[in-house]
Nanobody, 125 residues
Framework: QVQMVESGGGLVQAGGSLRLSCTAS????????MGWFRQAPGKERERVSC????????IYADSVKGRFTISRDNAKNTMYLQMNGLRPEDTAMYYC??????????????????WGQGTQVTVSS
């Protein structure tokens, strides 16, 4: 059984930084495409960033380009999201997701197989 566990969320002032981590268990991360999603109260879930199995391919939402950096360490079965220049509009529950295929992570209407429980990020102004 694959489990995804996020950590690293918290409360930070605008302009500050946080680093989220997501560790997978039950399956080697080298076989998983992974990504970060977020959902703010009253809003739809939004794709933030995704990364291929090797880390060679990365995509970002326009709203976070230049501020957030996704990475992964397959030896540790862990994916990261370094968030700099945080803004109040970044406030949301952040979820990590994973799938054996790329499409479910990057295609509207498809759903990744594995999800974490989420970690809250709150940015104060």
């Amino acid at each position: 059984q694959v489990q995804m566990v996020e950590s690293g969320g918290g409360l930070v002032q605008a302009g500050g930084s946080l680093r989220l981590s997501c560790t997978a268990s039950g399956l080697s991360a080298v076989n998983l495409y992974m990504g970060w999603f977020r959902q703010a109260p009253g809003k739809e879930r939004e794709r933030v960033s995704c990364i291929s199995t090797s880390g060679a391919t990365k995509i970002y939402a326009d709203s976070v380009k230049g501020r957030f950096t996704i990475s992964r360490d397959n030896a540790k079965n862990t994916m990261y999201l370094q968030m700099n220049g945080l803004r109040p509009e970044d406030t949301a529950m952040y979820y990590c997701a994973a799938d054996r295929s790329w499409a479910p992570l990057v295609t509207e209407g498809l759903e990744a197989d594995y999800w974490g429980q989420g970690t809250q990020v709150t940015v104060s102004s």
